[in-house]
């Protein structure tokens, strides 16, 4: 046993332990969906709490907290471990990660670097949501975390079926939420969607499937792996693969942990590979010649076909003929305007069978036009993969800049060097332009110029751009954009990656009319990532105010607060329309405004109420009724104008809500404050006014 470890074991029999301040709940208490809220995904009734608890590891922080100290779970420069109740796994399963992995004396002695897989420990810190996920945010201070006992392995994993990771209709399966960071196990699966990273896709012969994501260094390729792991070979059917269930809003992630998670091959079909086509830009008539690389692990190639469909029609297919392992096959010309979609398969001397793209849904496909390219052209992806037609192939293309980066020597917080052009209007008519191997001065375009260039198609994590940008010509400025697209805000919605009705307005200007802010922080908790949601009765979508050169913002950087130019967004807040470009990062779609003209008809939170009468000094009343639940009324009068912040923070100092930040005249308010969202606990709030602050307490007994 590490001699840490021991000692601190030692301490703990002998009754010498932490301070415990914190109250101790189960992970169950944490994770756990009240049935009013079955079949979503809500945050959880502890989020911002700092609690303890216990929990078996499921992996350990550190391959070896003497000889080798290289995390084993990537998350940035952090520690993480995954838990689960060894009794119960629904609701059962929690992320803890430790913020702080430096080598100094305080972090050493939180033990984190020390635990080990199947041992029992208890664990202090802040309950927290990052995007879908629940975890825990472990404190940074001596025996925070404490060895409890030892359990000969661990737990046994959950046996699920792919198919419960979906409902019948297709749908994200919310109910398995209940397996969130367990260990589980899916058996006799097949492999799709290979990546050179080591991530794949387990299927089952339904068309349901599981991601597996490589978080783990045992299953990372090349130098950032430990053990020179490959993903097997897409149509490769597995007896297992086993690992900890976890959530995104595109779907289902397994993550193997030890390299034993993923079981024996059962059948290695061939691996097919780095397919190209010739010539790039095809027209009337014109034969296409495809080539690609396809081996086989196993044994030997037999035979290879490309599969092809004109317009959707009936499907054929042409022979491939190989020199070594390069297999090359043509397809004949077609008429004009026509698209072309394809896929190939091999098969090997046993008998086995392979196809890429393995999913029909992502077939390759070409255009057929007598005519120079289009951004609609480069951008056009019909089948729900996202890739487009051109992907990897230099093409030329012409639009106006809709988005440029000037004005961010003025603009404090991240503002992206994001140049989008568009070409007219409508679907699929925008793109962005990326400075990757970009001799051009991409960055010098304004808005408004009309420009011509050419540049290699790239998938930037699911977002096309143009990168290694050459022979760009302005050829006219000042030209006038595109009107937005109006769009509903159900319309995009929190769609997956890639999905037509949203991905053809990539890199459009759209706008949505007469919003609501529903959640000024989308993230929640102590995650703050510039995002909001807004709704226009029609479904909630995201919006994401860091990367826009203007002065709205969510309080992603609570000193924004102190420049008066800048204008908080809370709860309630409208907007008679909203403007900007759409993006996608991190499996969600998001509107980007651009500029303040972006932001049209902005109106205070309805919930703030002014009596106009002057009063003589501040004042800060009690909040009414005390003890609450879940609403209390929280009044102030303030004797002249002035920037007014009203905020409510728990009893650890950290704020969780903003109610109030904006210039208000002199008068009397009352706030009508819904706690609906946090836990029972005593809470305060903070009204501040000029110079002027005054703190009150008030307790929420639920």
Same mark, same amino acid.
């Given at each position: 046993?590490? !001699?840490?470890?021991?000692?601190?074991?030692?301490?703990?029999?002998?009754?010498?332990?932490?301070?415990?301040?914190?109250?101790?709940?189960?992970?169950?208490?944490?994770?756990?969906? +009240?049935?009013?809220?079955?079949?979503?995904?809500?945050? /959880? *009734?502890?989020?911002?709490?700092?609690?303890?608890?216990?929990?078996?590891?499921?992996?350990? +922080?550190? &391959?070896?907290?003497?000889? @080798?100290?290289?995390?084993?779970? #990537?998350?940035?420069?952090?520690? %993480?471990?995954?838990?689960?109740?060894?009794? =119960?796994?629904?609701?059962?399963?929690?992320?803890? *990660?430790?913020?702080?992995?430096?080598?100094?004396?305080?972090?050493?002695?939180?033990?984190?670097?020390? !635990?080990?897989?199947?041992?029992?420990?208890?664990?202090?810190?802040? %309950?927290?949501?990052?995007?879908?996920?629940?975890?825990?945010?472990? *404190?940074?201070?001596?025996?925070?975390?404490?060895?409890?006992?030892?359990?000969?392995?661990?737990?046994?994993?959950?046996?699920?079926?792919?198919?419960?990771?979906?409902?019948?209709?297709?749908?994200?399966?919310?109910?398995?939420?209940?397996?969130?960071?367990?260990?589980?196990?899916?058996?006799?699966?097949?492999?799709?969607?290979?990546?050179?990273?080591?991530?794949?896709?387990?299927?089952?012969?339904?068309?349901?499937?599981? @991601?597996?994501?490589?978080?783990?260094?045992?299953?990372? /390729?090349?130098?950032?792996?430990?053990?020179?792991?490959?993903?097997?070979?897409?149509?490769?059917?597995?007896?297992? %693969?086993?690992?900890?269930?976890?959530?995104?809003?595109?779907?289902?992630?397994?993550?193997?942990?030890?390299?034993?998670?993923?079981?024996?091959?059962?059948?290695?079909?061939?691996?097919?590979?780095?397919?190209?086509?010739?010539?790039?830009?095809?027209?009337?008539?014109?034969?296409?010649? %495809?080539?690609?690389?396809?081996?086989?692990?196993?044994?030997?190639?037999?035979?290879?076909?490309?599969?092809?469909?004109?317009?959707?029609?009936?499907?054929?297919?042409?022979?491939?003929?190989?020199?070594?392992?390069?297999?090359?096959?043509?397809?004949?010309?077609?008429?004009?305007?026509?698209?072309?979609?394809?896929?190939?398969?091999?098969?090997? @001397?046993?008998?086995?069978?392979?196809?890429?793209?393995?999913?029909? #849904?992502?077939?390759?496909?070409?255009?057929?036009?007598?005519?120079?390219?289009? !951004?609609?052209?480069?951008? $056009?992806? +019909?089948?729900?993969?996202?890739?487009?037609?051109?992907?990897?192939?230099?093409?030329?293309?012409?639009?106006?800049?809709?988005?440029?980066?000037?004005?961010?020597?003025?603009?404090?917080?991240?503002?992206?060097?994001?140049?989008?052009?568009?070409?007219?209007?409508?679907?699929? /008519?925008?793109?962005?332009?990326?400075?990757?191997?970009?001799?051009?001065?991409?960055?010098?375009?304004?808005?408004?110029?009309?420009?011509?260039?050419?540049?290699?198609?790239?998938?930037?994590?699911?977002?096309?751009?143009?990168?290694? &940008?050459?022979?760009?010509?302005?050829?006219?400025?000042?030209?006038?954009?595109?009107?937005?697209?109006?769009?509903?805000?159900?319309?995009?919605?929190?769609?997956?990656?890639?999905?037509?009705?949203?991905?053809?307005?990539?890199?459009?200007?759209?706008?949505?009319?007469?919003?609501?802010?529903?959640?000024?922080?989308?993230?929640?908790?102590?995650?703050?990532?510039?995002?909001?949601?807004?709704?226009?009765?029609?479904?909630?979508?995201?919006?994401?105010?860091?990367?826009?050169?203007?002065?709205?913002?969510?309080?992603?950087?609570?000193?924004?607060?102190?420049?008066? @130019?800048?204008?908080?967004?809370?709860? #309630?807040?409208?907007?008679?329309?909203?403007?900007?470009?759409?993006?996608? /990062?991190?499996?969600? $779609?998001?509107?980007?405004?651009?500029?303040?003209?972006?932001?049209?008809?902005?109106?205070?939170?309805?919930?703030?109420? =002014?009596?106009?009468?002057?009063?003589?000094?501040?004042?800060?009343?009690?909040?009414?009724? =005390?003890?609450?639940?879940?609403?209390?009324?929280?009044?102030?009068?303030?004797?002249?104008?002035?920037?007014?912040?009203?905020?409510?923070?728990?009893?650890?100092?950290?704020?969780?809500?903003?109610?109030? =930040?904006?210039?208000?005249?002199?008068? #009397?308010?009352? !706030?009508?404050?819904?706690?609906?969202?946090?836990?029972?606990?005593?809470?305060?709030?903070?009204?501040?006014?000029?110079?002027?602050?005054?703190?009150?307490?008030?307790?929420?007994?639920?």
């Amino acid at each position: 046993m590490n !001699i840490r470890l021991l000692i601190a074991s030692l301490l703990l029999m002998a009754g010498i332990s932490f301070a415990q301040e914190y109250p101790l709940v189960t992970i169950q208490d944490i994770q756990n969906v +009240p049935d009013s809220l079955a079949g979503t995904d809500p945050a /959880s *009734l502890l989020n911002g709490d700092t609690v303890r608890v216990q929990g078996i590891v499921l992996v350990r +922080p550190v &391959i070896d907290s003497d000889t @080798n100290r290289r995390v084993i779970i #990537s998350a940035g420069p952090r520690w %993480v471990t995954y838990v689960q109740d060894p009794n =119960n796994p629904v609701y059962g399963g929690l992320n803890i *990660l430790q913020e702080d992995t430096s080598s100094g004396p305080q972090v050493y002695e939180t033990l984190f670097d020390v !635990i080990d897989t199947a041992q029992v420990w208890e664990f202090t810190g802040v %309950v927290t949501e990052y995007f879908t996920t629940t975890e825990m945010l472990h *404190l940074i201070r001596p025996e925070s975390a404490k060895f409890i006992s030892a359990a000969p392995k661990r737990p046994d994993p959950v046996e699920l079926q792919v198919s419960d990771m979906f409902t019948e209709n297709g749908q994200y399966n919310f109910d398995m939420e209940k397996y969130e960071n367990v260990y589980v196990i899916f058996r006799n699966v097949f492999t799709s969607d290979r990546e050179t990273n080591g991530e794949f896709r387990i299927n089952d012969q339904d068309g349901n499937f599981v @991601n597996i994501y490589n978080q783990s260094r045992y299953f990372k /390729s090349g130098s950032a792996g430990e053990v020179g792991w490959e993903a097997p070979n897409d149509g490769t059917y597995l007896s297992y %693969v086993r690992g900890i269930l976890t959530t995104r809003t595109d779907g289902y992630y397994l993550v193997p942990v030890y390299p034993e998670d993923v079981g024996p091959t059962l059948v290695s079909p061939p691996t097919i590979s780095t397919i190209r086509r010739s010539p790039v830009e095809i027209g009337p008539n014109q034969a296409v010649t %495809v080539t690609a690389k396809i081996t086989d692990f196993d044994g030997s190639v037999a035979s290879a076909q490309i599969h092809y469909s004109v317009n959707g029609g009936a499907r054929d297919s042409v022979e491939m003929t190989s020199t070594d392992s390069i297999f090359i096959g043509v397809i004949p010309g077609v008429a004009d305007s026509a698209l072309v979609d394809f896929y190939i398969s091999a098969r090997d @001397n046993q008998g086995n069978v392979s196809t890429n793209p393995s999913n029909p #849904s992502s077939n390759y496909f070409y255009l057929v036009l007598n005519r120079p390219l289009t !951004i609609k052209d480069v951008q $056009y992806s +019909p089948f729900g993969s996202g890739f487009s037609a051109y992907n990897g192939y230099r093409v030329t293309v012409s639009g106006v800049v809709t988005s440029d980066t000037s004005g961010l020597a003025g603009r404090t917080g991240n503002a992206s060097n994001r140049v989008i052009i568009q070409d007219g209007e409508g679907p699929w /008519s925008g793109i962005w332009l990326n400075a990757v191997n970009t001799p051009a001065n991409i960055y010098g375009l304004k808005l408004g110029d009309h420009v011509t260039l050419s540049g290699v198609v790239q998938e930037d994590f699911s977002f096309t751009r143009l990168d290694s &940008i050459q022979n760009l010509t302005v050829n006219s400025s000042g030209n006038q954009l595109p009107a937005p697209q109006v769009l509903t805000t159900g319309s995009i919605g929190t769609k997956a990656s890639s999905v037509v009705e949203a991905e053809q307005w990539e890199s459009v200007l759209i706008k949505y009319e007469n919003i609501t802010v529903t959640d000024y922080n989308a993230d929640g908790g102590s995650s703050n990532f510039g995002e909001m949601f807004v709704d226009d009765g029609s479904g909630q979508t995201r919006v994401e105010l860091q990367d826009g050169n203007h002065f709205y913002h969510n309080l992603w950087d609570s000193t924004l607060l102190a420049n008066p @130019n800048f204008i908080n967004i809370t709860d #309630s807040s409208t907007f008679t329309g909203l403007a900007g470009y759409l993006y996608f /990062s991190f499996s969600n $779609y998001k509107l980007i405004p651009r500029y303040n003209s972006d932001f049209e008809g902005f109106d205070d939170p309805t919930s703030v109420e =002014n009596d106009v009468k002057v009063p003589a000094k501040f004042v800060v009343n009690q909040n009414y009724p =005390n003890p609450f639940n879940p609403s209390t009324v929280i009044s102030y009068s303030i004797p002249k104008e002035g920037l007014v912040t009203v905020k409510i923070y728990n009893v650890l100092g950290q704020e969780v809500k903003t109610l109030v =930040n904006q210039f208000q005249s002199a008068g #009397s308010y009352k !706030i009508n404050f819904d706690a609906s969202e946090l836990s029972t606990g005593v809470y305060f709030y903070s009204v501040k006014a000029g110079d002027f602050n005054q703190v009150k307490k008030m307790v929420l007994v639920k």
